[in-house]
């Protein structure tokens, strides 16, 4: 998850500094991202759709519409995080974590899985689903028989909008690009969308996936603990006090000796959170 650039702000108000501060509050409250100042015109650009979709003219009457407690204004501050980030995905991005997961990790959890035991992967931030899938995908080479098993992905995001395209599985021409080809023969079909061709992903790793809303800087109804976490590029963005109460909160629900992977600019200080050791490229371990 990044902070999106944009356009068409014509016709809208510019805003104040006294309401970028107000909105940049809301925005760390409601989604942890952090708002320097320098951000104003970046933020503007963004949310002059919003504005104008909702017949105003000014950010001071939508900073107050945002800041509201009903219903409408519940529902705009989600639009409002929409609108202020943007889901970067592909299968099988950053290869290395996915190399690294096959060569130390996956056969010791193939074995207890085998044995009757419970083997669950997260992939938080999950954007679109390409990453969850691309993990069922993963777990299906190394035991086809995944489906018969106590084996699970959970994929959460903070955005309804991307998660219903993970849960449809139909994705673009492009996957054809990002997934090798045994695979993409293998747990995908190719489908047609009015003029464009796509891939729609098999029922083999659908079954292994579920996709849940989540926003992290709340409280979390997740029950399970984790033998492995995918969580890249969503804290980059968070201040420095939430990004280590995520980190924190993360290893809270990771088994001991479960590894945790992150993007490739994020790093974990291992000294003030020393229930992490590095193992590996951006990939950490739950002491």
């Known amino acids: 998850m990044i902070i999106a650039a944009g356009a068409g702000s014509s016709r809208v108000s510019s805003i104040t500094p006294e309401d970028f501060a107000r909105l940049a509050r809301l925005v760390q409250a409601e989604g942890g991202l952090s708002l320097p100042a320098s951000k104003a ?3 503007r650009a963004r949310l002059a759709r919003r504005v104008r979709a909702l017949g105003l003219t000014s950010f001071a009457d939508y900073v107050d519409l945002v800041s509201g407690q009903g219903t409408a204004a519940r529902r705009e501050r989600e639009e409002m995080l929409y609108a202020l980030t943007t889901n970067v995905t592909r299968f099988f991005r950053e290869p290395h974590h996915f190399d690294a997961l096959c060569q130390r990790v996956l056969p010791g959890l193939v074995a207890r899985a085998r044995a009757g035991g419970r083997v669950r992967f997260w992939s938080a931030g999950c954007s679109t689903g390409e990453e969850a899938y691309t993990l069922a995908m993963l777990l299906l080479e ?13 994929a959460t995001d903070l955005d309804r909008r991307v998660l219903a395209i993970g849960r449809s599985g139909i994705y673009p021409g492009r996957v054809a690009q990002q997934v090798p080809p045994l695979l993409l023969a293998r747990y995908f079909r190719q489908v ?19 996709f849940r809303q989540l926003n992290l800087i709340r409280p979390w109804p997740i029950m399970d603990r984790f033998d492995v976490v995918f969580c890249r590029n969503v804290v980059i963005y968070f201040d420095a ?3 280590r109460d995520v980190w924190m909160r993360i290893s809270d629900r990771m088994l001991p000796g479960s590894i945790l ?3 490739h600019s994020e790093r974990i200080n291992t000294a003030d959170l020393p229930m ?5 490229v951006t990939a950490y371990r739950k002491v």
Do not use: K
Not at 146 to 154: P, S
Not at 196 to 210: C, I, W
Not at 276 to 280: E, H, L, N, S
């Open 261 to 263: 992977f992150i993007g």
């Open 41 to 43: 015109p970046l933020v």
């Open 192 to 210: 047609v969308r009015g003029e464009e061709a796509g891939y729609s992903v098999g029922p083999a790793p659908r079954v292994l996936v579920r």
């Open 276 to 280: 992490f050791r590095g193992d590996g």
């Open 241 to 243: 006090a939430t990004e």
């Open 142 to 154: 190394a035991m086809p028989e995944a489906a018969t098993l106590d084996v699970q992905v959970l």
